[in-house]
């Protein structure tokens, strides 16, 4: 079945260390997205890439650093440059309905907690 | 810029059914959606409508757009436990390519 796989789904850093979130998706999307979420909020954007090799800022995006070498997969890297890093990090990506809308498909989800 | 709002917090009883409201800003959006976030877990496609429609049913689910006050409701017939969730309403403006805005998501419990 096609999808969206996040990695690891729980994860514990201590202050200072970098850590890196997987995302890899085999629905032949070419846009991919980075969402944050914290407890009783909506998602807000980190990064966003609408195509290989080519990746842009989203409205939250200090503190992180991403890569997008291959169609398949973006790497998400939360930085000890982000002063508050725990949250539910949700990768998406975009395909085009029949109908035009832009549906996105999102991963299970990955929650990072700050020691 | 655009902006989508929506209420915290709706609480119904099982069997009743649930409206949840959406308001937004973007006269120019294309699409309009409805996702459902189960805890923990990623975001769900529910339903989607076109903006020159005022509504879309389907099956307990109902859509209706007011777009001339920019108000998106999802209405929820026979209200079961399992529709508890976190409910998304996202919008797609014309200029944004294919990003999408999103509220802050209305939390439905379900009470038996």
């Known amino acids: ?115 | 810029g655009e902006d989508v709002e929506q209420s915290l917090f709706l609480s119904v009883r099982e069997g009743d059914s649930s409206v949840i409201n959406c308001t937004y800003t973007d006269s120019s959006s294309t699409y309009l959606y409805w996702y459902k976030q189960e805890p923990g877990a990623g975001l769900q496609l529910l339903t989607y409508i076109f903006s020159n429609m005022d509504m879309k049913q389907d099956q307990r689910l109902t859509v209706l757009l007011n777009k001339k006050d920019k108000h998106l409701s999802l209405r929820i017939a026979d209200t079961q436990t399992g529709d508890s969730a976190i409910y998304f309403c996202a919008e797609s403006p014309n200029n944004a390519g294919n990003m999408l805005t999103f509220g802050g998501g209305t939390r439905l419990m379900v009470k038996p």
């Open chain 1, 1 to 115: 079945d096609g999808g969206i796989t996040q990695s690891p789904k729980y994860l514990f850093r201590k202050e200072g260390q970098n850590v890196t979130l997987s995302c890899e998706q085999n629905l032949n999307h070419d846009a991919m997205y980075w969402y944050r979420q914290d407890p009783g909020q909506g998602l807000r954007l980190i990064y966003y890439s609408q195509i290989v090799n080519d990746f842009q800022k989203g409205d939250i995006a200090e503190g992180y650093s991403v890569s997008r070498e291959k169609k398949e997969s973006f790497p998400l890297t939360v930085t000890s440059a982000q002063k508050n890093p725990t949250a539910f990090y949700l990768c998406a990506s975009t395909g085009t309905a029949n109908s035009g809308a832009n549906v996105l498909t999102f991963g299970a989800g990955s929650r990072l907690t700050v020691l």
